[in-house]
């Protein structure tokens, strides 16, 4: 008696084909962005290493460490520096309270003029920094303000606080009000609930805004260019400074400024992680 063959998918024993593996396009992206992003910083790092003879610093030379020991060799771009470290900082802590407050008020409550006041926010932040800088210099020569420092500052935080605002409102609406009610029911007054309760959750939120203001305080320079008068801060030096050759100080300043901006940053991801995670 023969035996039939069977052909049922127990006895298949043909090889399974492998699946081919999908290409993560969008993963390659997102590395290439990321790079294009982070090339100019790459170099402006590395030619702070750069041993050149004269101004001019775009072509390696040789290593060297001399340029960080002779940092404040030019005196007026350490006066550069410092007026946008100060006007930075101090727009940092003008938009940082203001801001977060008024993102507060937006996210929480419902008042007269709200939806104007939403559309003022947004209208800072699409408008063109060109028509923002041209309306501000109109506004202070017709209030006969001398530009200067202090129209630099009242510039970058009325341009900041929209950002400040929209950052804390977006965390304002994600809260859970059932731990403000609790504090309450437990005897918490007002401001102990808000001290105790909101304001930690709002914590991450304000100090993201508040760097986010002194990013675009530091990094601005067209709005700061039609407000800044006799005053010079960096972003305006070193555009003065190309027609003649940048010196090696300022990829150094630049690197220190990096530095300290991802210093930041990772110091509020800390906070964040340790707000949402407390032990």
Do not use: C, E
């Given at each position: 008696m023969s035996?039939?063959?069977?052909?049922?998918?127990?006895?298949?024993?043909?090889?399974?084909?492998?699946e081919r593996r999908r290409t993560d396009w969008g993963k390659w992206f997102t590395w290439?962005?990321?790079?294009?992003?982070?090339l100019p910083i790459a170099g402006?790092?590395?030619?702070?290493?750069?041993?050149?003879?004269?101004?001019?610093?775009?072509?390696?030379?040789?290593?060297?460490?001399?340029?960080?020991?002779?940092?404040?060799?030019?005196?007026?771009?350490?006066?550069?520096?410092?007026?946008?470290v100060a006007i930075g900082l101090l727009t940092m802590l003008i938009a940082g309270v203001v801001g977060s407050l008024l993102g507060l008020a937006i996210g929480r409550y419902r008042f007269r003029g709200q939806g104007v006041t939403n559309l003022v926010m947004f209208a800072a932040i699409s408008a063109p920094e060109v028509v923002?800088?041209?309306?501000?210099?109109?506004?202070?020569?017709?209030?006969?303000?001398?530009?200067?420092?202090?129209?630099?500052?009242?510039?970058?935080?009325?341009?900041?606080?929209?950002?400040?605002?929209?950052?804390?409102?977006?965390?304002?609406?994600?809260?859970?009000p059932k731990l403000e009610e609790?504090?309450?029911?437990?005897?918490?007054?007002?401001?102990?609930?808000?001290?105790?309760?909101?304001?930690p959750m709002l914590l991450p939120a304000i100090m993201a805004g508040g760097l986010l203001a002194l990013a675009l305080s530091v990094d601005d320079?067209?709005?700061t260019s039609f407000v800044s008068g006799d005053t010079t801060t960096f972003p305006l030096w070193i555009w003065g400074a190309t027609r003649v050759g940048i010196p090696p100080q300022v990829n150094v300043m630049g690197t220190l400024i990096f530095t300290v901006g991802v210093l930041l940053a990772v110091i509020n991801v800390v906070v964040a992680r340790r707000n949402r995670n407390p032990r």
């Open positions: 035996v039939g063959t069977s052909t049922g998918p127990a006895a298949d024993t043909a090889p399974a084909r492998r290439v962005v990321m790079a294009w992003l982070f402006m790092i590395a030619f702070s290493f750069n041993d050149i003879s004269g101004r001019q610093n775009v072509t390696w030379q040789g290593f060297t460490l001399k340029w960080y020991g002779d940092a404040f060799a030019y005196r007026d771009l350490n006066t550069a520096l410092f007026n946008t923002m800088g041209a309306s501000l210099l109109s506004l202070f020569l017709t209030m006969n303000i001398s530009a200067g420092f202090v129209t630099i500052l009242i510039a970058h935080v009325m341009f900041t606080i929209s950002f400040v605002a929209i950052t804390v409102r977006a965390r304002v609406i994600t809260l859970d609790a504090a309450r029911d437990l005897g918490a007054g007002p401001w102990t609930t808000f001290r105790l309760v909101t304001f320079f067209i709005i």
